[in-house]
């Protein structure tokens, strides 16, 4: 099964270390990926709004793109996973939607929410398995206490996500055993970190990094893990600076040994 | 071939002066070749106007519903088609099957004469048979397949019922798709299906030669000759009712149609009457798993069975639109 | 000849504001065989009997065509004025131009038009209808009672005392259903135990009651009157008439770690238990997933220690099949699962409780004795926190979209009795209405507040977290317009109440009808709230909707008063409207008698003339008209139409397509 | 264009019905900047139900609501407050003006670290 | 024929089992769940009692579109009685689909006495069906109006 890689363009520029490290693990898992031949920007931001229809064609293309291929879109950014998801959902089951993006494409068979958007660590659970990424393992991070980041976008809204439980996840947990590490569970961990706000209003997003960070570490975690760039600027800039944060890719690759 | 018309007459008059039977339903010459008909002999005498070939197409079952109410035992020879059908018959308590000796004798495929005029031989005089070939008037070899009835260019039928058997030659299986042209109508769109049908069915004149042939139409007084029914008729008043009345003696064969054909036979129209009865067996087999009237008397018919997960009826596929 | 009188009903202004009544009954007289056609204002009021009554012996009538409420309301009322003016029963159509028409059409000309219409089908069947007579059938004196908590027991002492022998059939181990979990009851705070377990000792002492616990239903057939019902007696591997409930095997049974069910896993109970002091019966039953014995043939300890050798290890399922008269289903409910409530930490923090669960902390007899402690570290709360409405009034489909109606008060209960023992625990409230329709409900909530306290905060909690030891729970304020955060040490959930998982087999075993919310349907919401539309079964408590123990016991003894009415009849008139061959057409085939769901259907070698002196014996079909239910399935099956529906005839329902087609 | 057919519009606009609210007020409960929200989540519910438009489109919640979807998720009445707010904010900022941030004034807020994400996304919630 | 008569308001026959749909629609008349007048019941004891002869007469006499409701399937009053049906209408309606009558014209829907909502939305849902389906071309051919 092949997956078509959607990087985006954050993991470009600034977060090119959670896609340099996602791609190595993926070829160490033995996973056959290739990016998408010319992908455009999903627009960052679902665009919530019903009468919004032309922000949410360079998703369509994209996803029309990956549907030529096999159907597989491999996201690896939260935020990308999100609005590339909810926009798939619309191009399913919204038919003013449908009618207004297709008319607008006018691609050669209309897209109608044939692809499917898969993030890394669903491909890791459902795909790999997280037994098979512990036996792969050469440097199992034992004795770390890492607590899970999820934040808002892989979760919710659920019913469109459909990504594990919206109050209660496991997913980063159980990665967090797969690579040998001890998971810290803690009350903030699907809380957000302040968003897009932290430029207009840095106040709240400091408020809500730190509260996070807050959390965690009064269950006893050294460092966190996330899958957003956003989530982690913020935790770093504004969450207080006192603990570790680092994309999981970035661990997956240390625990399977291709982390240079 | 003639091997088995001699074996037939032998077995005939053996079961009549063995006094095992008091009579023998089978067919009788008729004034040319190919208009054999059924007939019930009483004696060796009799038996002189007796004959089994291509021709004995007509299925002898349902005549044992009456045969069978009579003093004393028939013998009724059966080709594997017509043991379905008394199966059947055996199952709905119409036949009383004490009073039968059943003969299942060899059948290779039987004739339509239609399909001899359409080779170009002309006038059938006489026919000499063989396995794979037939002689007309002695001189014209054709292909045996070119001038079988459809229904046993698909037959795949073995005896399922009988107290012996009269077999020289192993039975052929029809290498054909009995559901080939039900596929071909589900394929065509809905117009070009009502286009069809309508052409087809608008020949119907009321003859009832299907229903009078059709070992499963076997009521006493039929919903159509009866007020009560309230959709009793004599004739098509209009289109419906041409259309009411074959899709209604579908329905009540529905599960219990052996398919033996008989009702396109016989019908001076050529109206293709079996797709009708074979759109329910494929839908039958396809809805609710493989079943065969006739051929299991212990087993439910289908439309007196059920399961619970049984497909909804606004969710089947259904021919194109 | 048919002579047909109309009457249209106008229902006060029911009908008569959407239908032009006047015009109905118009239109109609000129209908072939009518006779006469009248209207007015209330057709089921003893006047508008009396017109129906007068106007069948004034015009020597031979059917009836009322105009009126659905048949399901008033079929009976105007049967039973057809026959005390001396017509058949069965000589009568309703045509039903209430919720059919004037209650869903808006438009005067539209609806006064259906109205005509369905007037007229009714009369084009009433002139095929013929007089018909209902048959009848014994009555077996005996009820079953389906649940044996509080339900079914006021259900079956109220049978018995009426002198019927009742049977209690309860899935677990002992009857006392979900009320003998409780501490107190509200609006008076008497001990729950103190006031059931007298009911339920009644129970199995009264001889015409027999107890079948930690048993089943496993099939039902019949019909009202007639219903014979296969019970599964499940393998308790304690013989029942042997064990005194001494407990001696209790105490030496050395695999301990069973959840305790009955204390809402709180707490363990050994293999073999009795599940409470006061179990009715007080017998020891063994959990075979627990037992050493059971699970690998090493121990045996009870059977040895057991004074009076009931331990019996081989015991099997057992099938007993009864017959009765009459059906109660008292099934019951259960708090939902909450799964999908994630937000409040249930699956996460110990301190996190279900309100049931709360009530065996708060109970003497619970896994605490009484004394308030949370279960995390035993230490008795300062601060507890209540959160109502879990999972009630949703919509979004984690919980269930009706109210549960028993949390606001128990929750009130709740408080106040923690006010009462533990005066300096402070006590918070989330709600979003407090709900106290009741005799005494709402002055209870009140001294909740006035005497005891207790913080009632209107609005909707978002989220439970833990910060250090304590629990933080934050919700909204709505009238202060703000958000708190309440450090506490203990949080209750009102989990919303459904319906026992039981009951959907029940449901399909009695052929009894329940809604998208599995409770089950009553016959009218209204006027038979306690009769299923299935006759013969009623319904007991809150597998028929969410209600709270008086309620309860009323609706028991409701459904015992119609239990008693049912079986102090010797006889029931049979459905009349039976299936029947016509010998002459019938070939005997057996088709009808395989979709049969009765068994009504036999087949008889008859000797029919032929003319001539010829006689021919044929076979054809003969209905038990006692047993016949008259759903018609044979009707269809039958190619011939040989076999019709009286009531229900193929000419009848053909008219009546005619008659709606025609217009 | 009068207030109503705003009021409608953003109602279509926001996909979600606002009828449904019970009044719970568990998407307050549950919102993590409801301190900095001048109209509560579920106030925007229930004033946008009202018809109470003017208070919404002057106030300053649209630009605080993190869009982080809690009240969606956990309202027991499937309402979407959120969807509401972005309703609101649509129909401020695309008015004559109605742009919440300058392009010229983005210099001062970005840092070397910002994700291009944030900028984007930004834009998008603020801007026209 | 007659051009396609946009006023054209078509013809429905449901038939509704006595226990479950007829219920069901007795709850939508006093719920005041509105659905078209054209809409038409006919009270039969159980969905198995409806012959196809039923439905193909309707649609001789001028119906448009006929629906069969019943007790959901595992909940009739007569334990079976639904199951034949479903087996017995299924076989005729793709029958006559196969013989090109539009199969939406005809249609089954389970109804419980609990569902007046879900009954007022079939019967609006089927009109509108009906409705864009009109009167049928094909059919017309068919029938022996008044």
Same mark, same amino acid.
């Given at each position: 099964m092949k997956f078509n890689y959607y990087p985006g363009c954050t993991l470009k520029t600034k977060a090119k270390e959670l896609d340099a490290f996602g791609r190595k693990s993926l070829e160490a898992l033995g996973v056959d990926f290739e990016e998408i031949k010319e992908w455009q920007c999903c627009g960052a931001v679902y665009p919530v709004a019903k009468d919004e229809v032309a922000t949410k064609l360079s998703a369509v293309r994209t996803l029309a793109m990956a549907k030529e291929n096999g159907g597989k879109v491999l996201t690896l950014c939260s935020a990308c996973h999100n609005v590339l998801k909810r926009v798939n959902n619309d191009m399913k089951t919204d038919e003013n939607m449908r009618l207004k993006a297709n008319n607008y494409l006018a691609l050669e068979e209309p897209y109608l929410g044939e692809s499917e958007v898969i993030h890394y660590l669903e491909l890791l659970r459902d795909y790999v398995g997280f037994d098979k990424i512990k036996a792969a393992v050469v440097n199992p991070l034992k004795g770390v206490k890492i607590g899970a980041y999820y934040g808002c976008l892989l979760l919710r809204p659920n019913s469109t996500m459909a990504f594990d439980n919206p109050e209660n996840p496991t997913i980063i947990e159980d990665f967090i055993k797969a690579i040998g590490a001890t998971p810290v569970v803690y009350a903030f961990r699907n809380e957000c970190c302040g968003a897009y706000v932290s430029t207009t209003n840095n106040e709240l997003a400091k408020k809500k990094s730190s509260a996070v960070i807050a959390s965690a570490k009064d269950e006893g975690a050294e460092m966190l893990v996330t899958a957003c760039p956003l989530c982690m600027y913020n935790l770093r800039q504004n969450g207080g600076g006192e603990i570790e944060v680092k994309y999981f890719t970035e661990l997956l690759a240390t625990a399977l040994g291709v982390n240079n | 071939m003639q091997r088995l018309e001699v074996a037939f007459l032998e077995k005939a008059k053996e079961l009549l002066s063995s006094g095992q039977v008091n009579r023998v339903l089978a067919y009788k010459k008729g004034e040319f070749c190919y208009d054999v008909s059924p007939a019930v002999f009483y004696s060796v005498e009799e038996l002189e106007n007796a004959v089994y070939n291509g021709f004995c197409g007509a299925n002898l079952s349902k005549?044992?519903?009456?045969?069978?109410?009579?003093?004393?035992?028939?013998?009724?020879?059966?080709?594997?088609?017509?043991?379905?059908?008394?199966?059947?018959?055996?199952?709905?308590?119409?036949?009383?099957?004490?009073?039968?000796?059943?003969?299942?004798?060899?059948?290779?495929?039987?004739?339509?004469?239609?399909?001899?005029?359409?080779?170009?031989?002309?006038?059938?005089?006489?026919?000499?048979?063989?396995?794979?070939?037939?002689?007309?008037?002695?001189?014209?070899?054709?292909?045996?397949?070119?001038?079988?009835?459809?229904?046993?260019?698909?037959?795949?039928?073995?005896?399922?019922?009988?107290?012996?058997?009269?077999?020289?030659?192993?039975?052929?299986?029809?290498?054909?798709?009995?559901?080939?042209?039900?596929?071909?109508?589900?394929?065509?769109?809905?117009?070009?299906?009502?286009?069809?049908?309508?052409?087809?069915?608008?020949? /119907?004149?009321? /003859?009832?030669?299907?229903?009078?042939?059709?070992?499963?139409?076997?009521?006493?007084?039929?919903?159509?000759?009866?007020?009560?029914?309230?959709?009793?008729?004599?004739?098509?008043?209009?289109?419906f009712e041409e259309k009411l009345f074959h899709i209604i003696r579908a329905f009540h064969v529905a599960g219990r149609c052996t398919d033996c054909g008989e009702c396109s036979r016989v019908c001076p129209q050529n109206i293709p009457l079996h797709l009708l009865n074979r759109k329910y067996i494929s839908d039958i087999n396809e809805f609710y798993g493989e079943f065969e009237a006739g051929k299991d008397i212990a087993q439910k018919g289908p439309l007196t069975n059920y399961t619970t997960g049984d497909i909804e009826p606004n969710d089947f596929k259904g021919g194109n639109k | 000849m048919q002579r047909i009188g109309v009457f249209v009903c106008w229902c006060g202004s029911n009908i008569s504001a959407t239908v032009d009544v006047e015009k109905v009954s118009a239109v109609l007289a000129l209908e072939p065989n009518v006779v006469i056609s009248q209207n007015y204002q209330y057709m089921c009021s003893e006047n508008g009997q009396a017109l129906i009554r007068n106007s069948i012996k004034e015009h020597n009538l031979t059917g009836v065509v009322v105009c009126s409420c659905s048949p399901r309301m008033h079929e009976a009322t105007f049967r039973r004025a057809c026959e005390s003016a001396g017509l058949n029963p069965y000589m009568l159509e309703v045509a039903n131009i209430r919720e059919q028409v004037s209650w869903i059409h808006k438009d005067i000309e539209e609806a006064t038009e259906k109205a005509i219409i369905l007037g007229r089908t009714a009369i084009a069947k009433l002139r095929l209808n013929t007089p018909l007579t209902a048959g009848e059938s014994p009555v077996i004196k005996r009820a079953l009672v389906i649940g044996g908590g509080i339900a079914g027991i006021q259900s079956a002492l109220d049978i018995a005392e009426a002198g019927y022998e009742v049977d209690i059939v309860e899935k677990s181990p002992t009857i006392g259903g979900n009320m003998a979990k409780l501490d107190k009851t509200f609006p008076t705070l008497d001990c729950a135990a103190c006031i059931l377990t007298p009911k339920m000792v009644d129970c199995a002492q009264n001889e015409k009651i027999d107890i079948l616990t930690f048993s089943e239903i496993e099939s039902v057939k019949g019909f009202v009157g007639n219903f014979k019902v296969g019970i599964r007696k499940k393998a308790r591997f304690v013989n029942e008439k042997l064990c005194t409930g001494c407990g001696v095997c209790t105490q030496k049974c050395p695999s301990k770690r069973g959840l305790n069910d009955f204390n809402m896993n709180l707490n363990t109970r050994p293999a073999i238990y009795i599940p409470f002091a006061q179990a009715i019966p007080n017998v020891a039953i063994i959990d075979p997933e627990q037992c050493l014995k059971l699970k690998n043939g090493k121990c045996g300890l009870c059977a040895m220690q057991c004074p009076t050798k009931a331990i019996d290890y081989t015991q099997q399922d057992e099938i007993v099949e009864r017959e009765y008269g009459a059906i109660v289903v008292a099934t019951g409910y259960k708090p939902i699962s909450l799964e999908n409530f994630n937000e409040y930490g249930y699956s996460t923090y110990k301190d996190v409780v279900t309100s049931l669960e709360f009530e065996r902390i708060m109970n003497a007899a619970g896994p605490t004795s009484g004394h308030l402690e949370r279960p995390s570290d035993h230490k008795q709360p300062k601060v507890i926190t209540f959160i109502q409405c879990v999972g009630s009034r949703d919509t979004s489909g984690c919980g269930k979209p009706y109210c549960s109606k028993i949390c606001c008060m128990y929750t009130a209960k709740h408080a106040m009795l923690v006010r009462e023992k533990y005066p300096d625990t402070q006590v918070n409230i989330f709600y979003i209405d407090v709900r106290t329709p009741g005799k005494n409900y709402d002055e209870f909530y009140r001294r909740a507040v006035e005497q005891y306290g207790v913080n009632y905060i209107k609005g909707m909690v978002g989220k439970v977290y833990k910060e250090g030891d304590n629990l933080v729970v934050q919700g909204s304020d709505l009238i202060n317009n703000e958000q708190l955060l309440i450090k506490s040490d203990m949080v209750v959930l009102a989990a919303a109440i459904e319906p026992d998982p039981s009951v959907r087999k029940i449901a399909t075993l009695l052929t009894t009808s329940i809604d998208t919310n599995n409770f089950l349907t009553e016959a009218h919401a209204k006027l038979k709230p306690v009769e299923s539309p299935t006759a013969g079964i009623f319904l007991s408590g809150v597998c028929q909707g969410p209600k709270d123990i008086p309620e309860t016991v009323s609706q028991a003894s409701a459904c015992a008063a119609k239990v008693i009415g049912l079986l102090a009849k010797d006889k029931l008139k049979c459905n009349a409207s039976t299936a029947g061959a016509d010998e002459m057409l019938c070939t005997g085939c057996s088709l009808c008698e395989n979709v049969c769901p009765y068994g009504a259907i036999t087949y008889i070698d008859k000797e029919f003339r032929l003319g001539g002196g010829r006689t021919e014996v044929r076979r054809v079909a003969s209905v038990n008209p006692a047993v016949c239910q008259g759903c018609g399935a044979c009707t269809v099956t039958c190619p011939s139409g040989a076999m019709d529906l009286k009531g229900f005839s193929t000419k009848q329902i053909m008219a009546e397509v005619d008659a709606i087609c025609k217009n | 264009m009068n207030s109503k057919e705003q009021v409608k519009i953003i109602k279509e606009r926001s996909g979600t019905d606002a009828s449904k609210c019970m009044k719970c007020g568990k998407c307050s409960g549950r919102c993590p900047a409801y301190n900095e929200m001048d109209i509560k989540p579920h106030q925007f519910v229930s004033m946008i139900e009202k018809g109470e438009i003017e208070k919404l489109l002057n106030c300053k919640a649209i630009y605080n609501c993190l869009s982080c979807f809690a009240c969606v998720e956990r309202c027991p009445r499937n309402v979407a407050p959120a969807a509401i707010i972005e309703a609101v904010r649509q129909e401020v900022i695309r008015m004559q003006g109605g742009n919440y941030i300058n392009s010229e004034e983005i210099p001062q807020i970005v840092d070397e670290q910002i994700p291009q994400q944030l900028l984007v996304s930004m834009y998008r919630k603020f801007n026209k | 024929?007659?051009?396609?008569?946009?006023?054209?308001?078509?013809?429905?026959?449901?038939? /509704?089992?006595?226990?479950?749909?007829?219920?069901?629609?007795?709850?939508?008349?006093?719920?005041?769940?509105?659905?078209?007048?054209?809409?038409?019941?006919?009270?039969?004891?159980?969905?198995?009692?409806?012959?196809?002869?039923?439905?193909?007469?309707?649609?001789?006499?001028?119906?448009?579109?006929?629906?069969?409701?019943? /007790?959901?399937?595992?909940?009739?009053?007569?334990?079976?009685?639904?199951?034949?049906?479903?087996?017995?209408?299924?076989?005729?309606?793709?029958?006559?689909?196969?013989?090109?009558?539009?199969?939406?014209?005809?249609?089954?829907?389970?109804?419980?006495?609990?569902?007046?909502?879900?009954?007022?939305?079939?019967?609006?849902?089927?009109?509108?069906?009906i409705c864009e389906l009109g009167e049928n071309k094909r059919l017309e051919d068919l029938r022996c109006k008044d």
């Amino acid at each position: 099964m092949k997956f078509n890689y959607y990087p985006g363009c954050t993991l470009k520029t600034k977060a090119k270390e959670l896609d340099a490290f996602g791609r190595k693990s993926l070829e160490a898992l033995g996973v056959d990926f290739e990016e998408i031949k010319e992908w455009q920007c999903c627009g960052a931001v679902y665009p919530v709004a019903k009468d919004e229809v032309a922000t949410k064609l360079s998703a369509v293309r994209t996803l029309a793109m990956a549907k030529e291929n096999g159907g597989k879109v491999l996201t690896l950014c939260s935020a990308c996973h999100n609005v590339l998801k909810r926009v798939n959902n619309d191009m399913k089951t919204d038919e003013n939607m449908r009618l207004k993006a297709n008319n607008y494409l006018a691609l050669e068979e209309p897209y109608l929410g044939e692809s499917e958007v898969i993030h890394y660590l669903e491909l890791l659970r459902d795909y790999v398995g997280f037994d098979k990424i512990k036996a792969a393992v050469v440097n199992p991070l034992k004795g770390v206490k890492i607590g899970a980041y999820y934040g808002c976008l892989l979760l919710r809204p659920n019913s469109t996500m459909a990504f594990d439980n919206p109050e209660n996840p496991t997913i980063i947990e159980d990665f967090i055993k797969a690579i040998g590490a001890t998971p810290v569970v803690y009350a903030f961990r699907n809380e957000c970190c302040g968003a897009y706000v932290s430029t207009t209003n840095n106040e709240l997003a400091k408020k809500k990094s730190s509260a996070v960070i807050a959390s965690a570490k009064d269950e006893g975690a050294e460092m966190l893990v996330t899958a957003c760039p956003l989530c982690m600027y913020n935790l770093r800039q504004n969450g207080g600076g006192e603990i570790e944060v680092k994309y999981f890719t970035e661990l997956l690759a240390t625990a399977l040994g291709v982390n240079n | 071939m003639q091997r088995l018309e001699v074996a037939f007459l032998e077995k005939a008059k053996e079961l009549l002066s063995s006094g095992q039977v008091n009579r023998v339903l089978a067919y009788k010459k008729g004034e040319f070749c190919y208009d054999v008909s059924p007939a019930v002999f009483y004696s060796v005498e009799e038996l002189e106007n007796a004959v089994y070939n291509g021709f004995c197409g007509a299925n002898l079952s349902k005549y044992l519903i009456q045969e069978s109410k009579k003093e004393g035992k028939v013998a009724v020879f059966l080709k594997p088609c017509d043991t379905y059908s008394f199966n059947q018959l055996i199952k709905e308590h119409r036949v009383n099957r004490e009073n039968v000796y059943v003969v299942g004798i060899e059948c290779q495929g039987k004739f339509s004469i239609e399909k001899f005029y359409k080779t170009g031989v002309g006038f059938v005089a006489s026919v000499q048979e063989d396995l794979d070939s037939v002689l007309v008037n002695g001189e014209t070899k054709i292909d045996r397949n070119a001038v079988k009835l459809e229904r046993c260019l698909v037959c795949k039928k073995q005896h399922v019922v009988y107290d012996e058997l009269l077999v020289i030659n192993e039975k052929k299986d029809g290498d054909l798709d009995r559901f080939e042209m039900v596929k071909k109508l589900e394929a065509m769109t809905a117009d070009e299906r009502f286009a069809f049908w309508k052409e087809q069915l608008s020949k /119907c004149i009321r /003859c009832n030669a299907c229903r009078n042939v059709c070992p499963a139409c076997t009521c006493t007084k039929c919903v159509f000759d009866n007020d009560d029914s309230q959709i009793s008729s004599k004739a098509n008043a209009d289109s419906f009712e041409e259309k009411l009345f074959h899709i209604i003696r579908a329905f009540h064969v529905a599960g219990r149609c052996t398919d033996c054909g008989e009702c396109s036979r016989v019908c001076p129209q050529n109206i293709p009457l079996h797709l009708l009865n074979r759109k329910y067996i494929s839908d039958i087999n396809e809805f609710y798993g493989e079943f065969e009237a006739g051929k299991d008397i212990a087993q439910k018919g289908p439309l007196t069975n059920y399961t619970t997960g049984d497909i909804e009826p606004n969710d089947f596929k259904g021919g194109n639109k | 000849m048919q002579r047909i009188g109309v009457f249209v009903c106008w229902c006060g202004s029911n009908i008569s504001a959407t239908v032009d009544v006047e015009k109905v009954s118009a239109v109609l007289a000129l209908e072939p065989n009518v006779v006469i056609s009248q209207n007015y204002q209330y057709m089921c009021s003893e006047n508008g009997q009396a017109l129906i009554r007068n106007s069948i012996k004034e015009h020597n009538l031979t059917g009836v065509v009322v105009c009126s409420c659905s048949p399901r309301m008033h079929e009976a009322t105007f049967r039973r004025a057809c026959e005390s003016a001396g017509l058949n029963p069965y000589m009568l159509e309703v045509a039903n131009i209430r919720e059919q028409v004037s209650w869903i059409h808006k438009d005067i000309e539209e609806a006064t038009e259906k109205a005509i219409i369905l007037g007229r089908t009714a009369i084009a069947k009433l002139r095929l209808n013929t007089p018909l007579t209902a048959g009848e059938s014994p009555v077996i004196k005996r009820a079953l009672v389906i649940g044996g908590g509080i339900a079914g027991i006021q259900s079956a002492l109220d049978i018995a005392e009426a002198g019927y022998e009742v049977d209690i059939v309860e899935k677990s181990p002992t009857i006392g259903g979900n009320m003998a979990k409780l501490d107190k009851t509200f609006p008076t705070l008497d001990c729950a135990a103190c006031i059931l377990t007298p009911k339920m000792v009644d129970c199995a002492q009264n001889e015409k009651i027999d107890i079948l616990t930690f048993s089943e239903i496993e099939s039902v057939k019949g019909f009202v009157g007639n219903f014979k019902v296969g019970i599964r007696k499940k393998a308790r591997f304690v013989n029942e008439k042997l064990c005194t409930g001494c407990g001696v095997c209790t105490q030496k049974c050395p695999s301990k770690r069973g959840l305790n069910d009955f204390n809402m896993n709180l707490n363990t109970r050994p293999a073999i238990y009795i599940p409470f002091a006061q179990a009715i019966p007080n017998v020891a039953i063994i959990d075979p997933e627990q037992c050493l014995k059971l699970k690998n043939g090493k121990c045996g300890l009870c059977a040895m220690q057991c004074p009076t050798k009931a331990i019996d290890y081989t015991q099997q399922d057992e099938i007993v099949e009864r017959e009765y008269g009459a059906i109660v289903v008292a099934t019951g409910y259960k708090p939902i699962s909450l799964e999908n409530f994630n937000e409040y930490g249930y699956s996460t923090y110990k301190d996190v409780v279900t309100s049931l669960e709360f009530e065996r902390i708060m109970n003497a007899a619970g896994p605490t004795s009484g004394h308030l402690e949370r279960p995390s570290d035993h230490k008795q709360p300062k601060v507890i926190t209540f959160i109502q409405c879990v999972g009630s009034r949703d919509t979004s489909g984690c919980g269930k979209p009706y109210c549960s109606k028993i949390c606001c008060m128990y929750t009130a209960k709740h408080a106040m009795l923690v006010r009462e023992k533990y005066p300096d625990t402070q006590v918070n409230i989330f709600y979003i209405d407090v709900r106290t329709p009741g005799k005494n409900y709402d002055e209870f909530y009140r001294r909740a507040v006035e005497q005891y306290g207790v913080n009632y905060i209107k609005g909707m909690v978002g989220k439970v977290y833990k910060e250090g030891d304590n629990l933080v729970v934050q919700g909204s304020d709505l009238i202060n317009n703000e958000q708190l955060l309440i450090k506490s040490d203990m949080v209750v959930l009102a989990a919303a109440i459904e319906p026992d998982p039981s009951v959907r087999k029940i449901a399909t075993l009695l052929t009894t009808s329940i809604d998208t919310n599995n409770f089950l349907t009553e016959a009218h919401a209204k006027l038979k709230p306690v009769e299923s539309p299935t006759a013969g079964i009623f319904l007991s408590g809150v597998c028929q909707g969410p209600k709270d123990i008086p309620e309860t016991v009323s609706q028991a003894s409701a459904c015992a008063a119609k239990v008693i009415g049912l079986l102090a009849k010797d006889k029931l008139k049979c459905n009349a409207s039976t299936a029947g061959a016509d010998e002459m057409l019938c070939t005997g085939c057996s088709l009808c008698e395989n979709v049969c769901p009765y068994g009504a259907i036999t087949y008889i070698d008859k000797e029919f003339r032929l003319g001539g002196g010829r006689t021919e014996v044929r076979r054809v079909a003969s209905v038990n008209p006692a047993v016949c239910q008259g759903c018609g399935a044979c009707t269809v099956t039958c190619p011939s139409g040989a076999m019709d529906l009286k009531g229900f005839s193929t000419k009848q329902i053909m008219a009546e397509v005619d008659a709606i087609c025609k217009n | 264009m009068n207030s109503k057919e705003q009021v409608k519009i953003i109602k279509e606009r926001s996909g979600t019905d606002a009828s449904k609210c019970m009044k719970c007020g568990k998407c307050s409960g549950r919102c993590p900047a409801y301190n900095e929200m001048d109209i509560k989540p579920h106030q925007f519910v229930s004033m946008i139900e009202k018809g109470e438009i003017e208070k919404l489109l002057n106030c300053k919640a649209i630009y605080n609501c993190l869009s982080c979807f809690a009240c969606v998720e956990r309202c027991p009445r499937n309402v979407a407050p959120a969807a509401i707010i972005e309703a609101v904010r649509q129909e401020v900022i695309r008015m004559q003006g109605g742009n919440y941030i300058n392009s010229e004034e983005i210099p001062q807020i970005v840092d070397e670290q910002i994700p291009q994400q944030l900028l984007v996304s930004m834009y998008r919630k603020f801007n026209k | 024929m007659q051009e396609l008569n946009k006023e054209h308001k078509p013809l429905i026959v449901a038939f /509704c089992c006595n226990w479950c749909s007829y219920a069901g629609a007795d709850l939508a008349g006093s719920s005041r769940l509105s659905y078209p007048a054209n809409v038409k019941i006919i009270r039969v004891p159980c969905s198995c009692r409806v012959n196809p002869t039923f439905i193909l007469k309707a649609f001789q006499k001028g119906a448009d579109g006929v629906i069969l409701c019943g /007790c959901h399937p595992g909940d009739c009053h007569y334990t079976s009685g639904n199951y034949y049906a479903r087996r017995r209408m299924t076989l005729l309606f793709s029958m006559l689909d196969y013989l090109g009558i539009e199969r939406e014209r005809t249609r089954v829907e389970w109804v419980s006495a609990a569902e007046g909502a879900k009954f007022s939305k079939v019967m609006n849902e089927f009109a509108k069906t009906i409705c864009e389906l009109g009167e049928n071309k094909r059919l017309e051919d068919l029938r022996c109006k008044d």
